[in-house]
């Protein structure tokens, strides 16, 4: 029902700045949350931060460590969500999904972009 891409991954050097991009199609009159997770080399995927589909509604969810570096944004006209990270660090390393829940439940995954952070 949901279709997600990502873009806008690659190398950059620690201390940089990066913007993920993720397009959705579909039915996206369906999306409650939208919201970016990784999974770094040898851990758990882990949520790094949602924000709250509704047209009217702007709330938004970080994981302890990145508020205040990463920023969370969406447009729902072109169905557009965003993840600014700044100030990089090598631990930012990881595989990058953009994800659509339902409810409490990520339903729709992207097939998920690579950001790589040097030292």
């Known amino acids: 029902q949901v279709q997600l891409v990502e873009s806008g991954g690659g190398l950059v050097q620690a201390g940089g700045s990066l913007t993920l991009s993720c397009a959705a199609s579909?039915?996206?009159?369906?999306?409650?949350?939208m919201g970016w997770f990784r999974r770094a080399p040898g851990k758990e995927r882990e949520q790094q931060a949602s924000?709250?589909?509704?047209?009217?509604?702007?709330?938004?969810y970080y994981v302890n460590g990145v508020e205040g570096r990463f920023t969370i944004s969406k447009d729902n006209t072109k169905n557009t969500v965003l993840l600014q990270m700044n100030n990089l660090e090598p631990e930012d390393t990881a595989l990058y999904y953009c994800a659509a829940a339902r409810g409490l439940s990520w339903d729709y995954w992207g097939q998920g972009i690579q950001v790589t952070v040097s030292s």
């Open positions: 924000i709250d589909w509704n047209v009217n509604k702007n709330t938004t």
């Open positions: 579909g039915r996206t009159s369906s999306i409650d949350f």
